[in-house]
């Protein structure tokens, strides 16, 4: 461990729990510990703190969330908050979709972006750096202005939804998974976060790879890949959970409500001439416990043992 | 769509290939549909910012199913979507080549979507329509002589009032004035050490501009004459005098109070005595604080100065001049704005039914914000009226807000908003 | 042993091993071009191959959007009559005639100028912090993480809430050290920096998270060898962890530049139509604003071109600053 050492020192020697509870390391030596924990859990408690609130907001009633001066926590705990918001919106169909399209964005995302990215960073070729520039570029133009022609795109794919081979008569991929999932499927982001991994990847592992007589792409496959399991862990974490948070791109390109997706639904407690409060915060809660627990179980991969992942 | 290539080349712009391939693309994908359909059997596609909760989903799919039995052969496919979502979903559609048959939008989109051919006449005289509206409500949906939309629902800006707060003062009845209203206002405003713990009257809690526009008419000003802005008049300045009077001069609400879309309007919680709001305030009352309903607490009251006004806003039912089905569309924009479907949309939504046969139902009646403004109808007034309505009216709030900032005086801000408007139109014609 | 090595041996690591001369093997243009050349063809090969999925979606879903926008940036696109004509530079002239469009520039810059170097100083902080084995870390990066995860529109209606003039949490904190709070949201003063606040907030997590994994990818015997040579915290701070960091350095910063010019939600959500007297409209809405509310889609794309030209400067300025060294080899 590297930076343990920066922040927390003598942590890094420290024995294995089991072992610590038996001959607990003198007072000097726990006090940084101890400090550091203060200053994490304020600073946890600091960003935690609207979301907790959202919770409490959840389960407050009407008049509850009128009341003057506001209490802070509810006075009566109105679990039928969350049965009553999830039937503002067939939320299982919503629920169903969203899974199924973060799936698809995350293992697409995932495979296309790290050969991109591998390729960018490890193999010289000319017009490298110009694709890389272009990648970038991609990232610099605001969403409004993208989707229209983006829609034009969708449903002027050629042979799908009754259309010609000009892409003309039909639907195209409107109204389809195709449209929900092929055109997010890939991220630049992804592409240049992979790059910059595999950047600093040391030299002798493909070389040996080479003399051992690997083709190229099992190096990618087999021997590179593995190296930037944290890389991995970011970029599908974070593919998973702006695909579960989309909501203009399949509202856009649905008309049917058996395709929207939970964002959708959440957007349904929000009303034009006032928000339904207590609901809104319900759902969304709801739809963020997946994502956290998704978050919960990825977090591991970001320690675990790749600081010896073959660089030494 | 048609791309000049030709201007493109003659710059020489670096990347015309691909420019072109853009265009042709773009050009390609905005092809018409196929021909599909005919005779008395329709596919109608149905966009709705009205419905989209999981409880209008279920009251349109049943309206629809009516629908059908008198009009067998027409289906009608719905997309649900949401008012703030409206305009991607009519901009992508519309360049699409694919727009709905039927579509239900605001009170200000008619003009501009008419100027630009997206919506078609429904054929309808006005005497026939005021067999079925208020004349007041008819007015949005007719532009130049045409009829391009029918009313579902409207929704209203009115004076409401605090009867208790009131009461407790010693006053019996609401302001019948906006002088009246003023001079209430500072009486009924509290300051502990100097904080604002009740503003007389709440100017603060809804859309900057939908407040000043009821003021503006009531002090006897409009929007536009000849197709021109005239909401530089002295009467509107006066209006927006009025306003800066409440917070600056008068101090009886302080910028900052409130805002559009807090959590609960402070009239709900006392903390303000009269306000320019929302009929739906009604609703919020009954689901936040039921006992001002219970004990009939609320009420409204008209803003009047040199003529009673109220503002109207809506959801109105068009058809597309695209439509392949003109007869079943119009069928469909019939029934949505007729004597059934109107006052059950306006239920589902808590807001009031465009048709005048509802003024006397149970629901109307039960709401007495709703029966206000039913009552009231004929003082209605509508925003918009020009095309370029959708882009002007973007501007009021920063040229309101700089007047009841102090930054620049009403007079000023309102020449300045009229000069923009100007412009705008002006570039548009 | 001094801790001079300590840090030459970090020197070499800075630029990882791909530009360690002393090692033979590591040299892909040096001394053994036959072998160079058969495996730089199959190389480029599989170069090719690799790219071409992300090359062609990229150029399809992205890449047309984007020279369509070039291209309409100078026509007077009607999206709603459907009719495009070209108008050369009116747009260009017509928005930068519109002081709110100009403002929308300015309030975007010293959004991004706050923003981004302060939530990156703090993630950088908390990914060093958190990069230790303690059972609570989990529980403490997922705190970190967490407003990056929530549904922007829901818990940016929380911090309205909290930023409530007379009620909220934040005026209420204040009161309690005597302070008597602004408005917040309300008021034109103090909108941007309230909106700044919670976007610092929301963009911790997910820069934390690159550091987070970036330090694990860092090789252990450097510090090894700077520990044995008892270089001070500090020192190893600056002379061995950050300059490791620069790959994720130049990405984070690109990244949260872009995200900060195009920001929008949040503050969509807290200052809706602009802010207090347009004090929070940033490009992102300007463009919003344009295109769907106005339906002036040419005005839109030379607004976003305007856009595009701002985020390529910054661009290379980072990457003068920081990513030189990551150049491909």
Redesign the interface.
């Known amino acids: 461990?590297?930076?343990?050492?920066?922040?927390?020192?003598g942590?890094a020697q420290a024995p294995a729990?089991v072992a610590r509870r038996s001959a607990r390391p003198p007072l000097t030596r726990r006090l940084p510990r101890l400090a550091?924990?203060l200053?994490?859990?304020t600073?946890?408690?600091a960003?935690?703190?609207?979301?907790f609130?959202?919770i409490i907001?959840s389960l407050k009633t009407d008049p509850d969330l009128a009341s003057?001066?506001?209490g802070l926590l509810p006075r009566v705990w109105d679990w039928a908050n969350y049965p009553e918001a999830l039937e503002y919106a067939p939320f299982g169909t919503y629920f169903r979709n969203s899974l199924l399209i973060s799936i698809g964005h995350t293992a697409l995302n995932l495979v296309?972006?790290s050969?991109?990215g591998?390729?960018?960073?490890r193999?010289?070729?000319r017009g490298?750096?110009v694709?890389?520039m272009?990648?970038?570029?991609?990232?610099?133009?605001?969403?409004?202005?993208?989707i229209?022609?983006?829609y034009l795109?969708a449903k002027g794919v050629p042979f799908f939804g009754g259309n010609d081979y000009l892409g003309r008569g039909g639907h195209g991929w409107l109204d389809s998974w195709w449209g929900l999932i092929?055109?997010g499927?890939?991220t630049?982001?992804a592409?240049?976060?992979f790059r910059?991994?595999y950047?600093?990847?040391?030299?002798?592992l493909e070389?040996a790879a080479?003399?051992d007589g690997m083709?190229?792409?099992g190096i990618?496959a087999r021997v590179m890949t593995p190296?930037?399991k944290?890389?991995i862990?970011?970029v599908g974490?974070?593919t998973f959970?702006s695909s579960w948070?989309n909501f203009l791109w399949p509202l856009i390109i649905t008309s049917d409500t058996e395709l929207r997706v939970i964002?959708v639904g959440?957007?349904a407690f929000?009303q034009a001439d006032q928000?339904a409060?207590a609901y809104?915060?319900a759902?969304?809660t709801l739809?963020?416990v997946p994502?956290?627990a998704l978050?919960?179980l990825a977090?591991?991969y970001?320690?675990q043992g790749?600081?010896?992942?073959g660089?030494? | 769509?048609?791309?000049?290539t030709s201007?493109?080349s003659r710059r020489r712009l670096l990347?015309l290939g691909?420019?072109a391939?853009?265009?042709a693309?773009?050009s390609a994908c905005?092809g018409p549909a196929p021909q599909q359909g005919g005779g008395g059997d329709a596919s109608l596609r149905l966009l709705t910012p009205i419905f989209d909760r999981a409880d209008g989903q279920k009251l349109l799919t049943s309206l629809l199913a009516d629908f059908k039995k008198d009009h067998p052969g027409v289906s009608v496919q719905v997309d649900y979507t949401e008012y703030g979502k409206l305009?991607?979903k009519l901009?992508t559609s519309?360049?699409g080549?694919q727009p709905y048959d039927v579509m239900l939008m605001g009170v200000g989109w008619i003009p501009?979507?008419v100027e630009?051919?997206?919506l078609a006449d429904l054929g309808t005289s006005r005497s026939e329509l005021e067999s079925t509206y208020n004349p007041r409500v008819v007015e949005p949906g007719i532009y130049e002589g045409g009829t391009y939309g029918r009313p579902i629902l409207l929704d209203t800006r009115i004076g409401i009032y605090r009867k208790d707060i009131l009461a407790e003062a010693g006053i019996g009845a609401p302001p019948k004035d906006m002088t009246e209203l003023m001079e209430m206002g500072k009486e009924l405003t509290v300051r502990e050490g100097g904080?604002l713990t009740r503003a007389g009257v709440d100017i603060?809690s809804n859309?900057l501009r939908q407040t000043y526009l009821p003021v503006m008419w009531a002090h006897g000003g409009d929007l536009f004459a000849d197709g021109k802005p005239v909401f530089d008049s002295d009467e509107a300045v006066e209006a927006l005098q009025w306003m800066v009077d409440v917070i600056r001069t008068e101090k009886i609400e302080?910028?900052?109070?409130t805002?559009?879309?807090?959590?609960v309007a402070p009239l709900i919680q006392g903390r303000a005595a009269m306000m320019i709001g929302h009929n739906d305030m009604w609703r919020q009352a009954s689901e936040s604080a039921p006992e001002l309903i219970e004990e009939d607490r609320i009420g409204g009251f008209m803003l009047n100065q040199r003529r009673p006004a109220l503002f109207q806003g809506g959801t109105l039912a068009t058809m597309s001049a695209k439509t392949k089905h003109p007869e079943q569309a119009k069928a469909l924009v019939e029934y949505l704005s007729g004597e059934k479907v109107s006052p059950q949309a306006a239920e589902q939504r808590g807001n009031i039914p465009a048709v005048l046969s509802a003024a006397d139902s149970e629901y109307v009646r039960g709401n007495k914000l709703i029966s206000f403004a039913v009552d009231n109808l004929d003082h209605a007034f509508s925003e918009g009226g020009v095309p370029a309505w959708?882009?002007i009216r973007?501007e009021f709030?920063?040229a309101l807000?700089?007047a009841l900032?102090g930054?620049s005086s009403p007079a000023d801000s309102l020449r300045g908003l009229a000069e923009t408007a100007e412009a705008i139109i002006a570039?548009g014609a | 042993m001094s801790s001079h090595q300590a840090v030459d041996t970090a020197r070499r690591h800075q630029k990882?091993?791909?530009r360690s001369t002393s090692?033979p093997?590591?040299s892909?243009r040096g001394d053994r071009p036959r072998r160079r050349r058969k495996?730089g063809h199959?190389?480029?090969?599989?170069?090719?191959?690799?790219?071409a999925?992300?090359?062609v979606?990229?150029v399809?879903?992205?890449?047309?959007?984007?020279?369509?926008?070039?291209?309409l940036a100078f026509?007077d696109y009607?999206?709603?009559?459907?009719?495009?004509?070209?108008n050369g530079l009116d747009n260009f002239q017509?928005i930068f005639g519109d002081p709110?469009w100009n403002s929308s520039i300015w309030h975007t810059v010293v959004f991004t100028f706050f923003t981004v170097p302060v939530a990156m100083a703090i993630a950088v902080v908390?990914?060093?912090?958190?990069?230790?084995?303690?059972?609570?870390?989990?529980?403490?990066?997922?705190?970190?993480?967490?407003?990056?995860?929530?549904?922007?529109?829901?818990?940016a209606?929380?911090?309205?809430?909290?930023f409530?003039?007379?009620?909220g949490?934040v005026n209420t904190m204040l009161s309690w050290v005597g302070i008597d709070g602004?408005?917040?949201?309300?008021?034109?003063d103090w909108a941007l920096f309230a909106v700044i606040v919670v976007s610092i907030?929301k963009g911790?997590?997910?820069k934390m998270?690159?550091y987070?994994?970036?330090?694990?990818?860092?090789?252990?015997?450097v510090?090894e060898a700077a520990?044995i040579d008892g270089a001070s915290?500090v020192r190893?701070?600056f002379s061995i962890?950050l300059p490791l960091l620069k790959?994720?350095t130049?990405?984070v910063l690109?990244?949260s530049i872009?995200d900060s010019f195009?920001a929008?939600d949040q503050l969509y959500v807290l200052t809706?139509?602009?802010g207090?007297?347009?004090s929070t409209t940033v490009?992102?809405y300007e463009?919003?604003?344009t295109?769907?509310?106005?339906?002036?889609?040419g005005a839109?794309?030379a607004q976003?071109v305007v856009?595009?030209v701002f985020?390529?400067v910054l661009?290379l300025i980072s990457r003068r600053l920081t990513g030189k060294e990551?150049?491909?080899?």
């Open positions: 461990m590297s930076a343990d050492q920066l922040s927390a020192p942590t729990p550091l924990h200053v994490l859990i600073v946890s408690l960003m935690a703190v609207p979301f609130w959202m907001t003057h001066p506001p296309m972006a050969m991109a591998y390729a960018l960073a193999i010289p070729f490298s750096t694709v890389f272009g990648v970038l570029a991609t990232m610099m133009i605001p969403t409004y202005t993208k229209v022609p983006q795109i092929i055109p499927a890939l630049p982001f592409i240049f976060l910059q991994f950047l600093s990847l040391p030299r002798e070389e080479r003399i083709g190229e792409f990618y190296l930037v944290p890389a862990a970011t974490l974070l959970e948070n964002q959440l957007s929000q928000n409060w809104l915060m759902g969304t739809a963020t994502m956290v978050f919960l977090q591991r970001f320690v790749f600081a010896n992942s660089i030494k | 769509m048609r791309t000049h201007a493109l990347g691909a420019a391939a853009a265009g693309a773009l905005g305009n991607e901009a519309i360049v080549g501009p979507f630009k051919g997206v904080k603060l859309d302080d910028y900052g109070f805002q559009k879309g807090a959590v959708l882009e973007e709030k920063p807000e700089s900032l930054k570039k | 990882p091993v791909y090692l093997t590591s892909p495996f199959e190389r480029r090969r599989v170069a090719l191959l690799l790219l999925p992300s090359v979606h990229l399809w879903w992205i890449g047309i959007p984007v020279v369509a926008t070039f291209v026509t009607d999206i709603l009559a459907g009719t495009v004509s070209f017509e709110t908390l990914a060093l912090l958190l990069n230790v084995k303690m059972r609570a870390a989990a529980w403490y990066r997922t705190a970190v993480f967490m407003p990056h995860v929530t549904a922007t529109v829901a818990i209606l929380v911090w309205m809430w909290m409530e003039p007379r009620l949490v602004p408005a917040w949201l309300a008021d034109p907030w911790i997590g997910i998270l690159i987070l994994a970036a330090l694990q990818a860092m090789p252990d015997d510090y520990r915290q190893q701070f962890t790959p994720a130049f990405f690109v990244v872009i195009q929008f809706p139509d602009g207090p007297g347009n490009m992102t463009i919003y604003r295109a769907f509310k106005e339906f002036n889609m839109a794309c976003s856009l595009f985020l390529l661009m990551d150049d491909v080899r």
